[in-house]
């Protein structure tokens, strides 16, 4: 009886677990009745029949592997066991199987943020391309991809357990190939109606519900110690993709022939082709997964999923909302400064959103928020004196540190959501539901912020009111911080 080999490099190996002792009994019996079995340990095989003295330890090697094939079997790429808070499965090949698909997750959601953010840059650049459009048209446009994405968030939260990781992450990367397609087509044509702007704006969307699924997927496959960190890498991976594509659109769309803003979805697809064929040949599905659109239910009943998701739309939405609107604000207010900055914005905000998490797991995610909040007051504030004195630097400067403070917010509201429900006698699932709902509520916020300016506008031909009403609700936001989750039980347990 030969036992199933298993190679390193290919990435349709299950991992090894341990046998039972009937799995052993019964191959070590086959093996010394005559037949061999064959183990590969990386270039060596041994063979049990050709030498007596080692059959036994032979034998037993192949049961085990047999029993864990057994056990690991998948058809095409599911996994059908996996258990990665046993410390022997996550050693002996789990953690390479996650991390393999976490890396090619951030790579896939990267491009989702790409897709999301791209009109943030596009908007600033059309009247140049001949495109005549108000200020309000332009807010529009820049919301509502923020819109769609965020509802999208919570279906595509339970498209993974339904379809499996790797199949949700083909059809979610597949998906951004048509506002890629659509943005390339309309942005040629001037004349193009402006409900026509919009719908394909809204195509955009697809990409804003890119994170809940990545996220989503990649929590199956870390165990409890180690999800934080992974969960951590996996959203600022996304998050960057709002900085590269204002990084990249302005280097790609000027030609000698003038603005070519067909560029700035051409730019795209062959990365989103490699995702997709990345996802096919290396990632893979759970069998372990179950959908439970229940855990949302659960969530809704308690106040606490409303009270963080509020206060998520403060930070998350934050950041979002001033990465979309950032170049706009630039180009309208500082003209005769270039857009090749505006990226900076939403870089600083990426890079600071672990470092939330670090300092909420030292010290509390109520204090690091409410630090934030306060931080963020603070940063608006300076950018609203900016705009009375058109002091580009300060204006710059200000909104780096408003960014930044909005990505250490981001990190310690999602610590504080499970300290929450473990304090507050809540379940598992309870908090996993409000995870999905409180980023859908936050993404709304990429679309309230820049929906802000335009009103403020149109109604007083300045940014200046929109900014007021911001201080005030992030006062408000640390007021209702601090009232429940700052006092009592929730202070003492340092949620």
């Known amino acids: ?40 340990a990386g270039d060596a095989t041994t063979e049990a029949g050709t030498a007596p003295a080692h059959a036994l330890e032979a034998a037993r090697a192949a049961g ?16 059908q066991h996996w258990d990665p808070e046993d410390p022997t499965f996550w050693n002996d090949g789990g953690r390479r199987i996650a991390r393999r698909n976490l890396l090619i997750s951030i790579f896939a959601e990267f491009l989702g943020f790409c897709v999301w953010a791209v009109w943030s840059i596009v908007v600033p650049q059309l ?7 108000t200020t309000d048209q332009m807010f529009w446009l820049i919301g509502l991809p923020a819109l769609v994405g965020a509802t999208l968030r919570i279906p595509y939260t ?99 022939a003038g603005v070519a803003l067909e560029n700035a ?17 290396f990632m893979d599905n759970l069998g372990t997964v179950k959908a439970d659109p229940r855990q949302f239910a659960i969530a809704t009943r308690s106040r606490h999923t409303w009270l963080i998701s509020f206060i998520y739309i403060g930070t998350f939405g934050s950041f979002i909302g001033f990465a979309g609107a950032f170049p706009t604000l630039m180009n309208g207010q500082f003209p005769e400064v270039s857009l090749s900055l505006a990226f900076m914005g939403a870089l600083v ?35 609203i004196w900016s705009l009375g004195t058109h002091h580009f630097p300060m204006f710059f400067a200000s909104f780096m540190f408003l960014f930044v403070f909005t990505g250490i917010g981001n990190g310690s509201v999602y610590r504080m959501i ?27 916020g990429g679309f309230l912020i820049p929906r802000g300016f335009a009103v403020s506008t149109t109604a007083t031909g300045s940014l200046v009111p929109a900014f007021w009403v911001f201080i005030g609700m992030y006062a ?20």
Not at 358 to 381: E, K, N, Q, W
Request: charged share 10%; net charge positive.
């Open 64 to 79: 085990i592997r047999a029993a864990a094939e057994r056990r690991h079997h998948r058809t095409g790429r599911w996994i």
């Open 476 to 495: 408000l936001m640390a007021a209702v911080c601090w009232f429940v989750y700052g006092r009592g039980e929730m202070r003492a347990a340092k949620v």
């Open 127 to 133: 009247p140049a391309a001949g495109f005549v459009l």
């Open 265 to 281: 979805a051409y730019v795209f697809v062959p990365f989103v082709l490699l995702a997709i064929f990345l996802a096919w040949r």
């Open 158 to 256: 339970l498209a993974v357990p339904l379809f499996g990781g790797r199949n949700w992450t083909i059809v979610s990367a597949t998906l951004l190939l048509i506002p890629c397609s659509a943005l390339a087509v309309v942005v040629q044509n001037p004349d193009t109606p402006f409900g026509v702007l919009l719908g394909v704006a809204a195509l955009a969307g697809f990409g804003g519900g890119n994170f809940a699924s990545s996220m989503a997927n990649i929590s199956f496959f870390y165990p409890e110690r180690e999800k934080g960190a992974a969960l951590g890498w996996n959203a600022a991976g996304g998050n960057i993709g709002t900085a590269a594509v204002q990084f990249v659109v302005p280097l790609v769309i000027v030609t000698s």
């Open 1 to 40: 009886m030969s036992a199933p080999t298993a190679r390193e490099d290919d990435p349709t190996t299950a991992v090894a677990h341990t046998a039972t002792a009937t799995d052993v009994a019964r191959t070590g019996a086959a093996a010394t009745s005559g037949k061999a079995a064959t183990i590969e």
């Open 418 to 444: 499970p300290a929450v429900f473990r304090v507050a006698r809540g379940t598992p699932k309870m908090a996993a539901g409000c995870i999905g709902i409180a980023g859908a509520a936050g993404a709304f």
């Open 349 to 383: 905000g990426s890079l600071a959103r672990p470092l939330g998490g670090i300092l909420a797991d030292r010290l509390g995610g109520v204090s690091i928020t409410l630090v934030s909040f306060a931080a963020m007051a603070a940063g608006t504030v300076g950018a």
